[in-house]
């Protein structure tokens, strides 16, 4: 009788185990590198809210930030981001610690936090003085003066050209 080759009915189920335990591997990898991709990508969006709302409330007109918070929403990417901004006294009377947080909804987690400060400005703008005798506004740049080697440099293999 002749022997048949090829692979038998075990050898098949116990290859297919071993491919499907692997398919599984790899689909959990690629499920969580997308996830990772998916939260980057929110913070960075997150964090340009909290960098756009820092920017703006250090530039408003409202002359000095009393302590408290205030809310709002920003569109960013065609999404609805939450933020909140809290203003903290500081062991200086002239500054204000300003903390932006921000998050995709009203109870979403936090992505991003973001921290600046915000000096007082001056009561009123410095008066203009006349400028002493000899002052100007536009001071001279100092002028550069040649150099003239005070030795030559002797050339002792007497390679280079005399002039």
């Known amino acids: 009788m002749k022997r048949q080759t090829g692979f038998t009915l075990l050898e098949v189920l116990v290859a297919l185990a071993v491919l499907a335990i692997a398919m599984g591997a ?16 929110d913070q960075t969006f997150a964090s340009w809210v909290a960098l756009n709302q820092v920017n703006a409330l250090l530039l408003e007109s409202k002359p000095w930030p009393e ?10 990417a065609n999404r609805a981001w939450r933020w909140e901004a809290r203003f903290y006294k500081t062991d200086d009377p002239d500054l204000r610690r300003l903390e932006v947080t921000v998050r ?10 973001l921290v600046a400060f915000k000096g007082k ?8 003085t006349d400028n002493p005798a000899g002052a100007t506004d536009n001071p001279t740049a100092p002028r550069d003066q040649p150099t003239t080697p005070k030795e030559s440099v002797a050339d002792p293999q007497g390679t280079m050209p005399q002039s």
């Open 67 to 76: 302590e408290g918070s205030r809310k709002g929403n920003a569109e960013l």
């Open 121 to 128: 400005p001056p009561e009123k703008p410095p008066a203009a």
């Open 104 to 113: 995709v909804g009203e109870t979403g987690p936090e992505l991003a936090r």
């Open 26 to 41: 790899i689909i959990g990898a690629a499920t969580q590198s997308i996830n990772t991709v998916a939260t980057l990508r």
